[in-house]
């Protein structure tokens, strides 16, 4: 076998798989493999093209150079033009535009939003199930007022598991409200009707209103078996009430209006 016959054709097929994978790469397709592939080939082809600029050394000093007057061609000239321009535009990312225009072959990725919770605990000295409610407001929902609390299998009340001690108020003034600064009053039972109605106790469980934006709640309950967690909101004027049956895991609380509530769960823990 010929060393020289062997080293050219291992560039040919490193070059064809450098370029496969820097096309998928080109077009935003970077997966894992890919990236692993181009790599690889990419030492590989660098280390046997020096191995074959070594043994063609004189060829190329002759593109380079003419012989008898020992001047630069003007091949190399132009090669040597081409490379520092691209090498420039790369380095300034002058070049960035066309590096960037494969993206335009790429699947389009759906944002997904970082939500965050505040958490309340409440019921800590309750002897009974540990459970978690999670709610997410939609961002139409302003300043809600929210109680929750949990029947027996009969829809008897057994006890809340969140009442707010403070109602926000919009201010008077536009500006106060642009910062975010509301007016407290003390929470009115009568602004949640179906709740004021059900329980046996309008004692508050938090200290602060309701949280403006999501929030969880996470708390125990003694009711035993199959019992359901309802949710009232208050917002805009507008009431709704949620419901979720609960036997265990997960369920979601749902309503008919569902327009202030995103999306609501209850956890067994």
């Not at 076998?1 to 820097?22: D, E, H, Q, R």
């Not at 002759?62 to 020992?70: I, L, P, V």
């Not at 602060?208 to 035993?224: E, I, R």
């Not at 609380?253 to 509530?261: C, D, F, P, V």
Request: charged content about 25%.
């Amino acid at each position: 076998m010929k060393k020289k016959n062997i080293i050219s054709l291992t560039i040919a097929f490193a070059f064809l798989s450098i370029a496969v994978t820097g096309i998928l790469l080109y077009i935003k397709q970077k997966s894992h493999a890919a990236e692993i592939t181009h790599t690889v080939f990419g030492l590989i082809f660098i280390g046997f093209a020096i191995f074959h600029i070594v043994n063609n050394w004189s060829s190329i000093t002759a593109y380079s150079k003419e012989r008898k007057t020992g001047k630069f061609q003007k091949e190399f000239i132009v090669a040597a033009a081409i490379f520092g321009v691209v090498l420039i535009g790369g380095v300034t990312e002058i070049l960035e535009p066309v590096a960037e225009a494969g993206r335009i072959f790429a699947p389009k990725r759906k944002r997904t939003e970082n939500l965050s919770f505040e958490e309340i605990k409440t019921n800590q000295d309750t002897k009974g199930t540990a459970l978690r409610v999670l709610v997410e407001k939609n961002k139409e929902t302003e300043i809600p007022v929210v109680t929750i609390w949990v029947e027996d299998s009969t829809h008897k009340f057994v006890e809340n598991l969140y009442v707010p001690a403070k109602e926000a108020k919009m201010p008077e003034s536009e500006e106060e409200a642009r910062e975010g600064h509301f007016d407290m009053v003390d929470f009115k039972p009568e602004s949640l009707p179906t709740w004021q109605a059900k329980t046996t106790s309008k004692l508050p469980l938090s200290e602060k209103d309701t949280p403006h934006d999501n929030f969880v709640v996470n708390s125990k309950t003694s009711a035993k078996g199959t019992f359901y967690v309802l949710l009232e909101v208050k917002s805009k004027g507008k009431n709704e009430v949620y419901e979720a049956k609960v036997s265990g895991g997960i369920s979601k609380l749902t309503s008919k209006g569902s327009s202030l509530i995103k999306s609501g769960l209850v956890e067994i823990l």
